[in-house]
């Protein structure tokens, strides 16, 4: 992934947040020579090794399982924020013209060598901190222990699980910070115009990052 250096984040605390906040990530691995992506949700473990330890699930019938080349490591792409920047916010477009439109975004690349389990208790333990997770807030929150235990069985009978020790992260933030104040506030208030929730987002980063 390109990273220039006024993008680059490098903090890990901060790259874990954008894996919480965004779970659902892309999993890219080489199986049988070819290059492949699952979807799947994964719940970052820090306390588990130095840069953090993914967790997540499959269907057993995912050929991942028996087609995966391990020996070489996978790629974990989280995608946070990101909105189009028409050059109509910057106020140097009136000044002297010079300015293109862009894309700001936030991503997270991870990677590191899948390990898989079979074992139901690991499986349910990750499941019921999943759900846990995404449950919480809610005013009646679903848990695994709601469905009957016979059924939960059969279910964990068609998972296997997978777990992911980091060995590298990269964290790039493209939320104007290359631009002058001016073209940055400029941005923040195009942003905030917009009334969608992810020019919201967008734009509260723009101001997160602001020099």
């Known amino acids: 992934m390109l990273q220039p250096q006024i993008f680059r984040e490098n903090r890990i605390e901060i790259m874990h947040d954008i894996m919480r906040m965004q779970p659902f990530a892309s999993l890219v691995s080489m199986q049988e020579g070819d290059i492949v992506a699952d979807h799947i949700p994964l719940i970052i473990h820090p306390e588990l090794s130095t840069q953090g330890t993914l967790r997540g ?3 057993r019938s995912n050929p991942i399982g028996n087609k995966l080349d391990e020996k070489l490591e996978a790629l974990v792409m989280f995608r946070g924020p990101h909105h189009y920047i028409t050059p109509s916010w910057y106020p ?7 300015v293109v ?10 990677r590191g ?5 079979q074992d139901a208790d690991w499986i ?10 995404h449950e919480s807030g809610r005013k009646e929150p679903w848990k695994v222990s709601d469905a009957p235990d016979d059924y939960i069985a059969r279910q964990l009978r068609a998972i296997t699980g997978i777990e992911i020790e980091i060995t590298s992260l990269q964290g790039t933030w ?38």
């Not at 115009?193 to 997160?208: F, I, K, N, Y």
């Open 57 to 59: 699930h499959i269907a």
């Open 92 to 98: 140097s477009k009136k000044e002297q013209g010079k």
């Open 101 to 110: 439109p862009t894309w700001n975004y936030i991503v997270v690349h991870a």
């Open 113 to 117: 060598k899948i390990k898989f389990h």
């Open 124 to 133: 349910l333990s990750h499941l019921t901190e999943l759900t846990s997770r």
């Open 174 to 211: 493209k939320v104007s910070q290359n631009k002058t104040i001016e073209d940055n506030q400029g941005v923040c208030a195009g942003l905030k115009a917009e009334l969608s929730e992810t020019a919201q987002a967008m734009a509260a980063c723009v101001e997160g990052k602001r020099r």
